[in-house]
């Protein structure tokens, strides 16, 4: 990445417009509630997602953390535009990524080109596990939820029992996501017996 000394008022007002508009995430809401029982937005998951990742800064190894953190900040900034999709209803290719890619298009418009194509590759990138770094993003991804899902202000049929079967593929994949995995399930069968 090349860095710019010069001041470039269009090249800022594209980013400003951008963030302006990936504030939607702010306002998109998730199906889990947090622990005071209102419903989450993505913009909250994103964040908490970021922050498991530098708990575990020390058991990441040789993972390229700056891009780990970043796959983590774009994984679901399509969703500013067409919302979630609860992970109950999420169901093989049901046109949900294709969709969230093009909606990260239309977000990511006002964007300068090196930025628009950072952002577009990286969500590429975590979409496929394309590398260690998203097979790390979509493992701690799917415990972010499961965690929120134990702690959560739920409905009293709230289904703790889908957390054991969630994700598996893609928190086998890991050793350390493995691992953790098996603690989350663990906190999931404790709430279980509440």
């Known amino acids: 990445m090349t860095q710019r000394n010069e001041s470039d008022p269009s090249r800022f007002l594209g980013i400003i417009d951008f963030l302006q508009a990936a504030e939607r995430l702010k306002n998109t809401l998730r199906s889990g509630t ?3 029982g209102r419903a989450e937005s993505t913009a909250e998951h ?3 997602l970021s922050l498991m990742v530098m708990m575990f800064d020390r058991e990441l190894g040789d993972c390229d953390r700056l891009k780990l953190l970043k796959l983590c900040i774009v994984h679901d900034l399509g969703e500013a535009i067409s919302g979630d999709v609860p992970a109950i209803h999420q169901q093989g290719d049901d046109g949900r990524h294709e969709r969230e890619r ?3 298009v239309r977000l990511g418009a006002p964007l300068p080109e090196d930025l628009r ?3 577009l590759a990286l969500w ?3 979409n496929a596990g394309a590398s260690p770094e998203a097979i790390l993003a979509k493992g701690f991804d799917k415990l972010e939820t499961m ?3 134990v702690i959560g202000r739920n409905a009293p049929d709230f289904d703790y029992g889908f957390n054991l079967a969630y994700g598996l593929k893609q928190t086998d994949k890991h050793p350390l996501i493995k691992q953790l995995r098996a603690l989350v399930d663990e906190a999931t069968r404790r709430r279980m017996k509440r």
């Open 147 to 149: 965690l929120q899902h």
């Open 124 to 126: 590429d990138e975590y």
């Open 46 to 48: 994103s964040w908490r």
């Open 102 to 104: 093009s909606d990260l």
């Open 34 to 36: 947090t622990s005071e």
């Open 117 to 119: 194509q950072e952002i």
